[in-house]
Every structure is written in C-alpha cells, then in structure tokens.
C-alpha cells in the first residue's frame, strides 16, 4: 500500500489538509465497457449516440456489490494524475473507518482487476481530487 505523507493526514494538529483518495487509476471507458456487459448502458437523450456518465456510476455501483466493497467513482486533480478517473477505496479523511485490512485490500484490488480485465500492475494510489486541488504553496519550492 502506498503510504500516505503526514502532511495529509488529518489529525487533531492537521484538521483540514487536501482531500486525497487512495483509488485505483482507470480511463472511463473501461466502466462503459462493464455497464455494457452488464446492461447498464444509458445514452444522453438529446445525443443518442453518446453514452451518458450516468453508465459509470451505475458500473461502479454493481463493481461495489461484486467486490462487496464500496468504491467511489471521482475524478482526480488533472494535473498531478495519470488517468481519467478513479475508483476510491477510501479517502485521508475516511481511511479510519473504510480502510480494510491488507489482507482483505489485497482481495478486493484483485477482484476489481479481474472484474474490469485489468493489468495486474494497475494498483491503487493517492489521487488528489479535482474538486480540491492541491496547491503548491511557498514550502514545497525547495523539494
């Protein structure tokens, strides 16, 4: 598991730090591939032709049921990802109560991978989220 720096944990020094979520790194079409396997496929109804996001939550909420671990369909900060969208497994603000055991992290990392026919290099990270981006401030010019 990736470690999470100090900085961004939340603690009683620390109450507010960025929102980080250590999530598993994917492109959206591979959540439409999955609604489409599973019938789940909704299209935007002034462009039939277009699939509609709502297809990816739907995806992602039946991906939560068979791994029987609740995932979270965000978007990371676009600058500091490598991807174009994640699956949370928890955030620095929910690891106390979501985070599993290594053990267990470990099985449902692996059903997701087999579920949605992923690499077995393709692990989870923290993603900083695109509705909170990071900001650099004056201490991080010398790193």
């Not at 990816?56 to 979270?72: G, I, M, N, R, Y």
């Not at 949605?116 to 989870?124: E, M």
């Amino acid at each position: 598991m990736a470690q999470l720096l100090d900085e961004y944990r939340v603690t009683a020094d620390n109450p507010d730090p960025s929102l980080v979520h250590f999530a598993i790194p994917l492109d959206i079409d591979i959540l439409y591939e999955y609604a489409d396997k599973h019938n789940l496929t909704e299209y935007l109804p002034r462009f039939p032709n277009v699939i509609s996001p709502e297809s990816a939550f739907k995806a992602t909420e039946l991906l939560s049921q068979v791994v029987e671990c609740e995932l979270d369909f965000r978007w990371p900060f676009g600058a500091t990802a490598d991807c174009g969208i994640i699956l949370g497994l928890y955030t620095n603000y929910t690891m106390e109560e979501k985070m599993l055991v290594d053990e267990d992290q470990e099985d449902v990392i692996q059903m997701v991978q087999e579920e949605l026919g992923l690499d077995k290099s393709v692990r989870p990270k923290w993603y900083f989220d695109a509705l909170d981006p990071w900001e650099p401030d004056d201490s991080d010019e010398d790193q």
